[in-house]
């Protein structure tokens, strides 16, 4: 089973006190116990970076690039991915909708990957599986 990563999911396994942490971390358990293989973008890494830098510190910062970034296949965005990404960020008109999260769903239908580990509801608003379940 492969799954892409995103952001959300990776801020609420790394930072304790956030509302998802435990569902997080179980949904991580889990998939780990099924030897699932996680995909996820270099815009990804960076906006984790950032918002884990700015809202925890660099200790949470050395955790992921220590922890969590060795277990992802990372897709590096080269100029044709982040084309791809802008022309779709466009062509949505949503100025909720990020370039991180259209790059991430150009990735998915690429790469034919159904399901997104995240609590971001734009994955589910945009037809693909999330886990954990959104109900939570």
Not at 43 to 49: A, I
Not at 92 to 120: G, H, K, P, W
């Amino acid at each position: 089973m492969t799954l892409f990563v995103d952001t959300s999911a990776i801020f609420a396994l790394l930072v304790r006190d956030d509302v998802m942490h435990v569902h997080a971390k179980q949904e991580f358990a889990r998939l780990a116990d099924q030897s699932a293989h996680l995909t996820t973008s270099s815009y990804v890494l960076v906006e984790s970076t950032a918002l884990l830098q700015r809202r925890v510190g660099l200790q949470a910062v050395h955790d992921f690039n220590t922890k969590i970034v060795p277990l992802l296949d990372v897709v590096w965005a080269d100029a044709e991915w982040h084309d791809r990404a802008v022309e779709r960020l466009l062509a949505q008109s949503d100025r909720n909708l990020s370039l991180v999260d259209c790059l991430s769903f150009e990735i998915m239908e690429t790469r034919d990957i159904s399901t997104a580990y995240t609590f971001d509801k734009h994955f589910a608003e945009h037809g693909f599986e999330v886990t954990p379940s959104p109900s939570l």
